[in-house]
């Protein structure tokens, strides 16, 4: 719902955002190449399915190996229905599957952790449309909020769910891989407690045009680990 207590009311034109595409982007680490991100959005007859495979390179790969695939299947309003993530992070190997039991309004969380040989079974209240984080993402392109307002989506994380409020703080025009958009820059107040403990801030740049391509996303994290920053390289359209 919007910070007024209303949920955002799209039109037809908006409905049609995102459509069906592949978005590759370069992650970057304390000024180094640390990885690529692939974000594959497909229609699945009503539904979605969206896939996000993260791969760590070159020197951080050797210091510390990332390989997650995470897959969410959610309705047209993208609206989570189910979510896999397995996660490869260093020695730690897990996989979380989400449950977005809208009947009972419950989330039915299950995580194994491969390595320890243990697992966890947890269930949470939810609203009737609760979404995960990619979702909520590509909910927040069907959006156009005017600078200084902001949107609240209850997101759940695979431990708990929250209302996240997201901001629209300004246009800003940015250089990404060379080429030149003009942009809305959004932050999600989803750390501090809110939906992850850690402190940060999570920053998302849409592009102010009708595809509302998401070419940008930072997440400034304290030490040790600073600041990351994701990079749109290339787009494919099916």
């Not at 952790?113 to 947890?122: A, F, I, V």
Request: net charge neutral.
């Amino acid at each position: 719902m919007s910070a007024s207590g209303h949920r955002p009311q799209t039109s037809a034109a908006e409905a049609a955002i995102p459509k069906p595409e592949k978005l590759v982007y370069r992650i970057e680490w304390r000024m180094v190449t640390a990885g690529e991100a692939t974000l594959d959005l497909t229609r699945e007859q009503q539904n979605w399915q969206i896939n996000l495979k993260l791969e760590s390179a070159g020197l951080v790969s050797r210091l510390f190996r990332v390989e997650d695939q995470y897959k969410v299947i959610a309705n047209d309003r993208f609206c989570a229905i189910n979510s896999n993530f397995e996660a490869q992070e260093g020695k730690r190997h897990a996989v979380t599957v989400q449950q977005f039991d809208n009947l009972r309004h419950k989330l039915v969380v299950d995580e194994r952790d491969l390595e320890k040989k243990t697992s966890q079974h947890n269930e949470v209240d939810i609203p009737a449309c609760t979404y995960e984080i990619i979702g909520a993402l590509a909910a927040l392109r069907q959006q156009h909020l005017e600078a200084g307002k902001s949107v609240v989506m209850p997101i759940a994380n695979g431990k708990k769910v929250a209302n996240a409020r997201i901001e629209a703080q300004g246009k800003e025009a940015i250089t990404v891989d060379g080429k030149n958009y003009s942009t809305m820059r959004y932050e999600a107040f989803i750390f501090d407690g809110v939906l992850f403990r850690k402190r940060g801030r999570a920053f998302v740049w849409l592009s102010d045009d009708s595809e509302r391509m998401p070419v940008q996303m930072r997440f400034q994290m304290g030490f040790p680990i600073g600041n990351i920053t994701l990079e749109l390289e290339k787009t494919e359209k099916p």
